[in-house]
């Protein structure tokens, strides 16, 4: 039986997280005491046990300029002795009806490996986004970096997302976060152990969220332009010293220009009337996902 969550079910909904992610509790805790709502959680029962849930979080997708409103499928799961019965298809079908008659009119995913792709495409998802993976050595990032001129700034949410948007305001079909999503996703991220790096520079902000493994460092989202860059750059060598610098981007992000390998980055389904052609175009990103 499909029915929505309600806020006695956080233990088992815990229980099932570490069970199906391998995840230590602080992880699923952090989020289903701080970002979940049982209106934008579905879960499938059988026997009065949770074999399946899928959690579907307001967003926006940008469409001709306008932010349309959509919705994010996160941490999908099912329970291993439920698998390969239909229960995961039927809550995301589910989620996009229930998704549709709350004014949604996207979904979108991002799948946790690529063999999930064909999966989530039985399910009407297709594959819009894009990024660019810029490989950088960190000889290379000091020749860049601006010593001077530039200082680093304390975390704004309302501040970075609007940044967000201002550089993502050409990418047609890309994701957004309302201010309050994208300060609980960043404050997801830092659960994980990620860093957040912000500067100015001539009262322009610019951030990069990294991931630090194995000497290097991969900025998981960078928003920032060719004359605020170099700030960032030199904030990153400084506070997320590496031998290597990975940058995920936009694929018409200025910075490195025609380098990198392409990769697609999550999906998109079209809810109701909605049709997914004007999102196709303009290389959308989707980014700060939540991964």
């Known amino acids: 039986m499909i029915e929505f969550a ?20 602080k992880y699923p805790d952090y989020f289903l005491g701080n970002i979940f709502s049982p209106r934008d959680c579905l879960v499938y029962r059988v026997g009065g046990k949770i074999a399946a849930v899928v959690y579907f979080i307001p967003a926006y997708i940008l469409v001709d300029g306008n932010m349309v409103q959509a919705h994010y499928i996160f941490a999908a799961a099912t329970e291993p002795s439920f698998r390969c019965r239909g229960y995961m298809s039927s809550l995301l079908a589910y989620a996009s009806v229930a998704g549709a008659e709350r004014g949604d009119h996207f979904s979108a995913l991002l799948p946790s490996g690529e063999s999930l792709y064909h999966f989530y495409e039985k399910s009407g998802y297709s594959s819009p986004f894009f990024v660019r993976r810029a490989e950088v050595p960190a000889e290379r990032l000091q020749t860049i970096a601006l010593h001077g001129g530039w200082y680093e700034c304390m975390p704004n949410a309302e501040c ?9 305001f050409q990418y047609s079909g890309s994701f957004l976060w309302d201010d309050r999503m994208f300060r609980l996703s960043i404050s997801l991220s830092r659960v994980y152990g990620d860093q957040l790096i912000c500067v100015q520079h001539n009262g322009t902000p610019a951030y990069a969220l990294c991931r630090k493994e194995n000497n290097i460092c991969t900025a998981l989202e960078t928003m920032a332009d060719n004359n605020t860059f170099p700030a960032l750059a030199a904030a990153l060598l400084k506070k997320v010293p590496a ?3 990975c940058f995920r981007l936009p694929m018409m992000s200025p910075l490195f220009h025609g380098e990198g390998i392409t990769e697609r980055f999550g999906m998109l389904k079209p809810l109701g009337r909605a049709g997914i052609c004007g999102v196709k175009t303009n290389a959308p990103y989707l980014g700060l996902g939540m991964d």
Do not use: A
């Open 6 to 25: 309600d806020w006695n079910m956080r233990p088992e909904l815990s229980k099932l997280w570490q069970k199906c992610f391998h995840e230590p509790q």
């Open 160 to 168: 970075l997302n609007r940044l967000r948007r201002k550089c993502l």
């Open 243 to 245: 031998r290597q610098y």
